[in-house]
C-alpha cells in the first residue's frame, strides 16, 4: 500500500500565528490568554501529523 505525504506547512504557520496570539493576549489582557490554548495544542498536534 502507498502511503500519502501530507503537508504540514500550513499547520506549522498557524501553530506559530497561534502562539504570537497567546503571548500577544497574555501582555494586553492577561488571563485571557487561556482562550487560545486550544488552537496552540490543535494546531502543533496537527503540524506533527499526530491527528
Not at 2 to 8: A, D, H, L, N, Q
Not at 22 to 36: D, H, N, Q, R, S
Not at 41 to 47: E, G, N
Amino acid at each position: 500500500m502507498e502511503e500519502t505525504r501530507k503537508s504540514t506547512g500550513i499547520y506549522w504557520i498557524l501553530f506559530i500565528l497561534s502562539v504570537i496570539a497567546f503571548f500577544g493576549l497574555y501582555t494586553i489582557i492577561g488571563g485571557v490568554c487561556i482562550i487560545t490554548l486550544p488552537f496552540v495544542c490543535t494546531f502543533f498536534a496537527k503540524a506533527l501529523d499526530i491527528i
